[in-house]
């Protein structure tokens, strides 16, 4: 009776996607007990707009085409689909979608919002692991309040660290490893290998997304990271003013060259909301839009400068924790959205290669 219940919800498209529950991957449970069944389904949107309508159309397909069924509820869940490819399966088991989270230049906030995103995919119901690749300085273990180490565990013969776990995020961070306010004096090829073992020598287990937080720039790291897996995709964090779309161009520029799509850009320090409510654009308006069409991607979302992003950050419960509904974490929220949609929605499509090669 399962095999025919997945067969009819393979004639069901999921709304937003358009592709059949089955294909996606999207059959998460199907309960049979007596004349009633149970079944739950992913959905890109959790807040997709008619529930009632697609479970009656459910509900109704599988009572007439199955006749020992007479009840039928639905529940769905966050549906992520799976960036399919060997090599990062390989080294990263069980992990879904690997994400860089980036900038051509420092002091955009990129930290910031590399949390702030990891937390909002997590209250979206995303299983979600950050590791803080900006080796030179980490700031993961201060914006989350972090003051362990992690543990070594055996993992089917193998020496293993487990990630810490804070607020529902799993964490690596070289900031675990080394004492406060000791420098990383470490040459390219150190570093890069350090990034290495956060992927390959970390028990990250099963994860719907890994995001990266990466060094400011085009150098190393971001090198080895995407010669290493296959990454899902990169999100570029910018400010609206020129000097600072200049440095996020060759960011985008340097991800298109090794083969890694742009998910979008992420407009931080947009504006700031006078008590008055109006928007002042103190770094200038509308440079991430502009970027965004620039290069035919989406602009996931434009953050205001809010006194309470930097100062829940510095107390190490950042803003989309502390206070999920302000302004700014329902900004965050929908920049979550629009980027699980884009991740979606690249890994039903056919991979276009670039056309452009690394030289090394």
Do not use: C
């Not at 199955?66 to 529940?75: A, L, N």
């Not at 990169?234 to 000097?243: F, K, L």
């Not at 502009?290 to 434009?302: P, Q, R, T, Y």
């Amino acid at each position: 009776m399962e095999q025919k219940i997945r067969a009819i919800l393979s004639q069901i498209q999921e709304p937003i996607l358009k592709k059949d529950f089955a294909s996606l991957g999207f059959i998460y449970d199907i309960i049979i007990k007596g004349d009633s069944v149970k079944i739950r389904l992913g959905i890109t949107d959790t807040e997709y707009n008619d529930f009632p309508g697609i479970r009656n159309r459910i509900a109704t397909k599988v009572v007439e085409e199955i006749k020992e069924i007479k009840k039928v509820d639905v529940d769905f869940m966050l549906g992520i689909v799976n960036h399919e490819n060997k090599q990062k399966d390989s080294v990263l088991p069980g992990v879904k979608n690997t994400i860089a989270v980036a900038s051509g230049k420092g002091g955009v906030g990129k930290s910031t919002v590399a949390v702030n995103l990891a937390a909002a995919l997590s209250l979206e119901g995303a299983k979600v692991g950050l590791i803080d690749a900006d080796i030179y300085g980490p700031s993961i273990p201060i914006m989350l309040g972090i003051n362990e180490r992690p543990r070594v565990v055996k993992h089917n013969g193998v020496n293993k660290m487990v990630p810490i776990v804070q607020y529902g995020i799993k964490l690596m961070s070289i900031g675990f490893l080394i004492e406060d306010n000791s420098a990383v004096v470490w040459r390219g090829p150190m570093a890069s290998s350090a990034l290495k073992q956060f992927m390959s020598e970390v028990l990250w287990e099963d994860l719907d997304f890994l995001l990266f937080d990466m060094p400011p720039g085009t150098g190393d790291i971001q090198l080895t990271l995407s010669q290493t897996i296959p990454l899902t995709g990169s999100v570029v964090v910018t400010t609206p003013q020129e000097i600072s779309l200049s440095d996020a161009r060759k960011g985008h520029n340097m991800f298109v060259k090794v083969n890694v799509p742009n998910l979008g850009f992420i407009e931080n320090m947009s504006y700031y909301l006078t008590p008055e409510g109006k928007k002042e654009f103190i770094f200038g308006e509308g440079g991430g839009k502009k970027i965004a069409d620039e290069f035919g991607v989406k602009l996931l979302g434009e953050i205001p400068i809010d006194t309470e992003i930097r100062v829940t950050g510095d107390s190490g419960k950042p803003i989309m924790f502390s206070k999920p509904d302000s302004a700014s974490g329902k900004i965050f929220k929908g920049i979550a959205k629009n980027l699980i949609h884009e991740i979606n929605e690249k890994n039903i499509s056919p991979a276009k290669p670039s056309g452009i090669e690394l030289i090394v």
